[in-house]
């Protein structure tokens, strides 16, 4: 099993930036690739960001590709995501997930899920 849990959401303004973090628990972090997804009320659950196990492999969604990074800190059980130039079309609930070894864009192939931080993105 491993735990999950997400912080760094809030409201910002059109144009701005904000840093999620996702703290896991419970196994040893870097055997599992991470992603980040998230859900805008009455959407579809989206695919954002992913990172290998190690590190050395990322992957994007278009609509985030040169706003958002993603990065791990192994040592402290942490992935990042890094959002600049929000817009209000970025305002969702944001989760991050976690799977052995091989990052993956699909929901369905994570089996452990934080709870998520709401991020407000207002124009």
């Known amino acids: 099993q491993v735990q999950l849990v997400e912080s760094g959401g809030g409201l910002v303004q059109a144009g701005g930036s904000l840093r999620l973090s996702c703290a896991a628990s419970?196994?040893?972090?870097?055997?599992?690739?991470m992603g980040w997804f998230r859900q805008a009320p009455g959407m579809e659950r989206e695919f954002v960001a992913a990172?290998?196990?190690?590190?050395?492999?990322?992957y994007y969604a278009d609509s985030v590709k040169g706003r958002f990074t993603i990065s791990r800190d192994n040592a402290k059980n942490t992935v990042y995501l890094q959002m600049n130039s929000l817009q209000p079309e970025d305002t969702a609930v944001y989760c991050c997930?976690?799977?052995?070894?091989?990052?993956?864009?699909?929901?369905?192939?994570?089996?452990?899920w934080g709870p998520g931080t709401q991020v407000t993105v207002s124009s």
């Open positions: 990172i290998s196990w190690s590190g050395g492999s990322t």
């Open positions: 419970g196994r040893t972090f870097s055997n599992y690739a």
């Open positions: 997930a976690a799977r052995r070894r091989v990052a993956a864009t699909g929901g369905s192939e994570y089996p452990y």
